[in-house]
């Protein structure tokens, strides 16, 4: 990740960003409208400057400044590159521009950077061929009232938010919120999205990723933000073609999965929508994944969250996200859901050898997750005696058992709670249930 400098306001202590939602379609109407503010700065750039540098106090061309650095910040932490993206907006040629053109159009070294930055990156990752995209929405978006429409300019909408303090209790380094940002959306409730300057651990990594088993997190976000899962809302993060990354059991499907704790039977993206006994709806990426992680054996980190749980499932945290460790995709079950139509459900493993899931061990070990190991994963931990089923399908396909639904009063929802010293202190209290901070 390049640094992007002059993003902050430190007299203020103050970082302007885009206003915009989770919601893929939001995300590319941003792409639309910066990708032509990026594409008229290069040309103002190239008439008016004629290799000289830009200066930020031309006005015009101060804006364009400013608003490429913030694309280029947001591109590095939110968002997904796909090469459907890539041909609707010519992003490969758009980027390579600058670098062709030395001397004629030149730009601040930052942006330069950055822009070079970011092209190498999607080349390494070609261009997101075989990325896992949020091909469900969730049904609750608790940022849908931040999908703004753009200012009178033309221009995404801004908004500036303040920066925690160093010595922040919650926020600053170590607290179980670092990395986090918490602003106000047009409506005035809340959102929060992550600090763009400072840096994402990448969640593309097979095992551990540095993280402790038990690990715990407030938001789906901090685990996006610690790298122990890749997207902030979806259930599946992972690569078509060497399988999944990570899965989080949330509850959604909770009439349709069985988790028994080392061992998991999940069920595929849109397993409730199918209505046809003959055949189930066509693999989205995050379920061909899976399949990929059949196939390939690489293990998948699994982690249980508590925010939106239904169905009566005891290793469920009582709030918040909890990392379980790493499991193997065994096979893959052909079901029906109570339309009578037909789903995909993996079954997957725990690898030996990993703190037992027992509820008062995993408390105990719950801290935020803000250092991380940087040596490499041994690949020893993966290796189990027991022979692996790698067929796609199952001669006699598992039918899950109904679970029954729990009452109302464990349906909590952390999502939903004020960021006020009050939440804080409860969630302290999950941190430290014995009283004393370790």
Known sequence: MVQINN???????TVEVFLVSDNPQAKLKL???????????????????KGRLPLDDDV????????????LAWLQTDFQM??????????????????GMPGVLVLPQDIADGIQAQYQAWEDENWGADAVVDDEVAEEDDSTDLDAPPAADGDTL??????PSPDDRYFGPGGIMYGITVFRGKNGRKGMRL???????????????????GTWFAFQLCALQQGAHGTSMGGISGDTVRGAFSIVLSGKYHDLDRDLGDIIFYSGSGSHTNEDPNKPNESTSGTKSLKASIASQNPVRVLRSGASASGNNEYFPPCGIRYDGLYRVEALFLNKNTKGGMYEQFKLRRLPGQTPLDQDELLRAQRPAVEHAESEVDESEFDESE??????????????????????????????????EQFCQQVEKRLHPDGKES
């Open 7 to 13: 993003m902050t306001r430190p007299s203020e202590g």
């Open 31 to 49: 792409v639309e409208r910066e990708k032509e503010s990026l594409k008229s700065l290069f040309q103002r750039c190239m008439r008016y400057h």
């Open 60 to 71: 015009e061309c101060g804006r364009r400044l400013k608003r490429a650095r913030m694309f």
């Open 82 to 99: 796909t090469p459907e993206i890539k041909g609707r907006y010519n992003m490969n040629g758009l980027f390579k521009l600058p670098m």
């Open 158 to 163: 801004t908004v500036t938010f303040a920066l």
């Open 195 to 213: 600090n763009i300057l400072i840096l994402k651990r990448s969640a593309k990594v097979y095992g551990h990723n540095g993280l402790v088993v």
């Open 387 to 420: 022979p692996v089923d790698s067929e796609f399908a199952a001669s006699k396909p598992f039918v899950s058992a109904p679970i029954e639904s729990e009452t109302a009063e464990r349906k909590r929802s952390i999502r939903e709670a004020e960021l006020d």
